[in-house]
């Protein structure tokens, strides 16, 4: 009952004019930023941060906290339309988003774009609302050692994602952690296949890697085209009524939103994880657990439905631990740390208790901003999918346009440009010959986190292996990746004995 009644005192704050305005720019401004390829929510909050030093604490973290949760809106539109991921979290919306919008059904992708968001969103709000305190703590127990088995357990998750050739799959695999690898090692300091080129030192960037991957790799194939992708979709009439998905398509979402909502939250709260990991892990899950796992992939709403709805919710997830613990679980935290301080404000334990009318009216307000963002998000939908009618002769340049700027954005070095045209390449050749971009893509952002803890782990405890099964958590979380690995052989044999019984 105290925490509704705090609550209730929170939306008292967060409905004031000065504060819903607020809200309601944070959110217009993040769902821009996201859909625009290579900015970010990170690079978003950074640049916007000074205009935020006059400003009343409260109204400055909520318009922050907008851009944030609203950058997780635009990530998905750019993915779906234009096959290039506003941001990284939505590199797993383009999986389905594009086919999907492909198929000849741009409207209703972004339709589960939105709602998959908002709901996902709002299931990592209550959370944080409930739990958040105390889920904040129980953050505090995954040390390296088992972040490190979270991201094996991921990592195994792989042979999901493989497709028809695992062999295929796996070098591509094998790819994504060879490019992870690039750069300066973190524990010894020294530079690793940079071949005497400074500009590797500091290793490849995931914008501008994707963004070839995906984004400049599907100009190559348009060029190739005989006929566009877009032509059913001149002829079509476009409305919101025309992009609801149907009863049937909401019975299979609904339960992977849950599953993602709840799960992304968790990841949110871990250090160091973010909304990228949770879109993943939420992806490959229901991949596997969902009633039409076998078709993501091929562009149906259920995989955006788990994408979205996992990267929502951890970015509502991340605030558990930067208010009550004054961690920041990913770069946007940081920078919401950093302007928290900047106000003078110091988060931990005692910022619920010191503090009540700023913690609260903060997460009263991500209710208001959740909705509103949504409400934007609808009305955008017409005006989006008219950008489809466009010939694709006037796309082309567009796309590579974008491209050039969202990887040269992603930090101001040339050197980015070179990657995404590299990347492209990969992309293009990838498609052609059938090899899986995906488990290269997931293999690249896991390995640099399981490097990282594993280095912090062996320090921790002298170089020794022995906590790795010394820490229940750990031991428990690599139980369950041998498991997961072991079973399908189990499960094969199984079916085969029973399947021979039937036949004697």
């Known amino acids: 009952m105290e925490t509704l009644q705090l609550l209730f005192e929170g939306f008292g704050n967060a409905l004031t004019p000065e504060n819903i305005l607020m809200t309601a720019g944070g959110g217009i401004l993040g769902i821009l930023v996201g859909a625009m390829p290579g900015i970010g929510s990170l690079l978003g909050c950074a640049l916007l941060l000074p205009l935020t030093f006059k400003m009343n604490p409260t109204s ?16 998905g539109y750019s993915a779906i339309l234009l096959n290039i991921p506003g941001d990284s979290p939505a590199i797993m919306t383009a999986m ?34 409930f739990l958040g305190v105390g889920l904040a703590d129980i953050g505090l127990l995954f040390g390296p050692s088992e972040m490190v088995a979270v991201m094996v357990l991921s990592l195994s998750s792989i042979s999901w994602l493989l497709g028809d050739s695992p062999t295929k799959g796996l070098i591509s695999t094998m790819l994504g952690i060879m490019i ?9 300091g020294m530079p ?10 500091s290793g490849v960037l995931l914008v501008p890697l994707v963004i070839g991957v995906f984004g400049f790799s599907q100009v190559m194939q348009m060029s190739h085209a005989k006929e566009t992708d877009y032509t059913e979709l001149k002829s079509t009439k476009l409305r919101i009524r025309d992009a609801v998905i149907t009863k049937k398509e909401a019975k299979y979402c609904a339960p992977i939103v849950l599953r993602s909502g709840v799960v992304g939250t968790v990841v949110g709260i871990l250090p160091g994880s973010g909304a990228t990991i949770a879109a993943f892990l939420c992806y490959l899950m229901n991949k596997k657990v969902s009633k039409r796992g076998k078709e993501f992939g091929t ?13 929502n919710a951890a970015a509502a997830g991340a605030f558990a631990p930067l208010l009550a613990l004054g961690i920041p679980g990913s770069g946007t935290a940081a920078v919401l740390l950093s302007g928290l301080m900047m106000w003078g404000l110091t988060p931990g334990p005692q910022l619920f208790t010191d503090e009540p009318e700023f913690c609260w009216g903060l ?12 409400a934007m998000g609808m009305l955008m939908i017409p005006l989006l999918v008219r950008l489809i009618s466009v010939p694709s002769k006037l796309i082309s340049p567009v796309v590579v346009t974008l491209c050039f700027i969202g990887a040269f954005a992603a930090s101001n070095e040339v050197n980015n ?15 052609k010959y059938d090899y899986p971009t995906a488990p290269m893509l997931l293999a690249f952002v896991l390995t640099p986190t399981i490097e990282k803890n594993l280095y912090r782990a062996l320090m921790v405890n002298n170089g020794s292996l022995s906590i790795f099964w010394e820490r229940p958590i750990t031991l428990g979380l690599l139980i369950a990746t041998a498991a997961l690995m072991v079973a399908p052989v189990v499960l094969k044999a199984v079916r085969k004995g029973k399947k021979a019984e039937a036949q004697q």
Request: proline share 3%; charged share 5%.
């Open 60 to 75: 400055a973290i909520i318009m922050l906290a907008a851009i944030y949760y609203g950058n997780m809106y635009g990530g």
């Open 96 to 129: 389905d988003g594009y086919p999907l919008m492909r198929k000849g059904y741009p409207g209703k992708a972004l339709f589960t774009t939105n709602m998959a968001s908002f709901c996902g969103g709002t299931i990592g709000i209550l959370i944080l609302t």
């Open 180 to 188: 992870a690898t690039i750069g300066t090692d973190g524990a010894t």
């Open 192 to 201: 690793r296949f940079t071949f005497g080129n400074i500009s590797l030192l």
């Open 299 to 311: 562009g149906i709403p259920d995989g955006i439905a788990a994408s979205e709805a996992a990267n």
């Open 363 to 374: 997460i009263s307000s991500m209710y208001v901003g959740n909705i509103l963002c949504l």
């Open 417 to 431: 440009l070179y990657v995404m045209l590299l990347g492209g390449l990969a992309g293009y050749f990838m498609n």
